[in-house]
């Protein structure tokens, strides 16, 4: 047999059939996942269709984007969804508990092998279980709820090799910061990006799912990591039995000898903390090249930076200081479980005395619809994954991408700052 | 013939139907805010039969439908790039939405364009210039023929195209 890649392996066994990078084909879909902006015009590609089948046992609703609604337009969305789930008998139904993409891996629908579409361009986050996660459109949505299957082109990979452990008060996010300026916005368009090496190898789940989250930040259809020891012990408890849709859980590898179109080696020992210029992610620089500027918000969050660990790591950091006079720190995070955990060990609690603003759980302020919208001329310090020009309110306010350290030093500086000096 | 309104490289669907606006279903008012950050007087003075012209990567960023359905609903005829982002382009063929693959350096904003299907090719009235379009795979063409990929599936039975 020949050597294969994490995308080529998913695949063919789906098929029954050895595929390789460049062909595409029909397949059968694990799960349909679609959140409370993209189901609306989803349902109206579906009511279209003359005739049509549904498969319910397949579709995942998440409310995440706009919980609870911030305007009645909103709450009408909501409404047309829940009436739909009503008369399609979906039980896959969350509101306001979390992230879709979080709650996919909290939930343990994902699973290693698992072929997952979501119409929302941050699917890619669980190709860190090791399954193919791709993000679609509202009318692929609605097909695969009428069909169960889409069509895919097996895409080729850039592997990218880790090695070396990450310096203190570095996370994945100045990682994949760093990534994204080795292989560009568009460098991987059309391709998967497989992550791996020592440095991937010892990292957790939630640091794997931080990497993952930016593969379609250079354009990337997917990005997968072998679904090893760690993966299966973060889903094992998560994973209820019977479910549908759930291949058993195992590990999954990509072949040694596979062929990769590109490898790209990191040091992750070498790596500063890193921030992304507004309006894209095109220039990344070291957190000193832009020490001093002066921030009117800053948001922890998304599900790219809105873990337990992350907001851990913030709290860290803010203990004992407060958040510098006219500035606003906004958390968010990625869903209820993370929320529980952050109040049981008391991160909510430092959080909260430093003088942050703690929202529900969601996608918060991330897309610019509600819980933090920029003013023009503001400026703004986020650990998400997008800072495109008008992404949270006016586009005449600027974003900066960081991680969670980089954005609590900050916040406690009112300046862009350095983790690693306060 | 339609007059080329020219982008840059890598538009991201942010651009294209920005976030905040984009509470809504209905193609024809998403039609009123397409690029209206960028290009305020775009959605007032675009007619049908107009066309898109941009650099690589066209429609990067988030998998929101609502950019395709909104070019659409301005009547542009086609989007000519040479190369789409890959969420975009499986929505614009999923909604109907014409993508033309070809180099577009030259093209000026302003531009009278005409695309001979017969012939495939993109002619540049304006500079007399002819420009190959690269061709799409059957499947794809299959669906832009019946009209999206709903009017597709209504045409056969439910079926998806078959893939060759
Ligand atoms: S947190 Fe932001 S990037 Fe993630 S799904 Fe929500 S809106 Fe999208």
């Not at chain 1, 969670?404 to 306060?422: L, T």
């Not at chain 2, 009017?151 to 078959?162: D, F, I, M, T, V």
């Amino acid at each position: 047999m020949r050597a294969q890649t994490l995308s080529e392996k998913i695949f063919s066994r789906k098929l029954g059939q050895q595929v390789r990078a460049g062909q595409t084909v029909l397949a059968e879909v694990d799960w349909i996942l679609s959140h409370d902006t993209t189901t609306p015009l989803a349902i109206q590609s579906y009511e279209k269709l003359k005739q049509a089948d549904f498969h319910a046992e397949k579709v995942i609703l998440v409310f995440d984007h706009i919980v609870p609604a911030p305007h009645p337009q909103g709450a009408a969305l909501h409404r047309r969804i829940f009436k739909f789930a009503q008369e399609q008998g979906i039980s896959h139904l969350h509101y306001g508990e979390g992230i879709c993409h979080q709650l996919l891996a909290e939930l343990g629908y994902v699973t290693p092998g698992a072929l997952i579409i979501g119409a929302d361009s941050h699917t890619c986050t669980a190709g860190a279980f090791g399954a193919f996660a791709t993000g679609m459109g509202s009318t692929d949505i609605a097909v695969a709820w009428a069909t169960g299957q889409s069509w895919f082109r097996v895409p080729e990979t850039i592997r990218v090799e880790v090695r070396g452990a990450l310096p203190a008060y570095l996370g994945p996010k100045d990682l994949i910061l760093q990534i994204v300026k080795q292989v560009g916005t568009t460098g991987a368009a059309y391709r998967a990006l497989e992550f791996g090496g020592p440095t991937i190898d010892a990292f957790d789940m939630p640091q794997r799912m931080t990497l993952c989250n930016l593969a379609i930040e250079m354009g990337g259809k997917a990005g997968l990591i072998a679904a090893d020891r760690a993966t299966l012990d973060y889903l094992r408890p998560r994973v209820s039995a019977g479910m549908y849709g759930q291949t058993p859980l195992q590990s999954l590898y990509p072949d040694p000898g596979a062929h990769y179109e590109q490898v790209l080696g990191v040091d992750a020992t070498a790596l500063v903390p890193q921030v992304a210029l507004p309006h894209g992610l095109e220039e990344t620089v070291d957190v000193d090249q832009v020490a001093g500027l002066k921030l009117d918000q800053v948001f922890i969050g998304t599900c790219t930076n809105g873990r337990f660990e992350d907001f851990q790591m913030a709290a860290q950091i803010l203990a004992s200081h407060t958040v510098a006079p006219n500035l606003r720190l906004i958390c968010t995070p990625a869903s209820r479980e993370v929320y529980l955990q952050m109040i049981k060990s008391g991160v909510a609690e430092t959080l909260l005395r430093a003088g942050a603003l703690l929202t529900n759980p969601g996608c918060g302020p991330c897309l610019g619809r509600h819980q933090g919208v920029l003013a023009e001329g503001e400026r703004c310090l986020s650990t998400m994954n997008r800072n495109f020009r008008g992404r949270m309110g006016s586009p005449q306010a600027e974003i900066y991408l960081a991680g969670p350290a980089v954005a609590a030093a900050s916040a406690i500086k009112g300046v862009i700052s350095d983790p690693r000096e306060v | 013939m339609g007059r080329a309104w020219l982008f840059g490289s890598n538009v991201n669907t942010d651009v294209i139907t920005p976030g905040r606006y984009n509470l809504t279903t209905d193609p024809a008012e998403m039609a009123r805010f397409c690029f209206c950050e960028v290009r305020p007087e775009f959605p007032k003075q675009v007619k049908p039969g107009d066309f898109i012209v941009a650099g690589e990567h066209f429609g990067s960023g988030s998998s929101r439908e609502s950019a395709p359905l909104a070019i659409q609903a301005c009547g542009i005829c086609a989007v000519i790039a040479p190369s789409f982002a890959r969420i975009f382009y499986r929505n614009a063929i999923n909604v109907g939405l014409a993508l033309c693959l070809t180099p577009t350096q030259g093209i000026q904003d302003g531009d009278e364009l005409e695309w001979n299907k017969e012939r495939g090719l993109i002619v540049n009235l304006t500079q007399g210039i002819e420009f190959p379009i690269e061709k799409l795979p059957d499947f794809v063409l299959a669906i832009r023929r019946a009209g999206g990929i709903i009017a597709y599936l209504n045409q056969h039975g439910s079926r998806l195209p078959e893939i060759k």
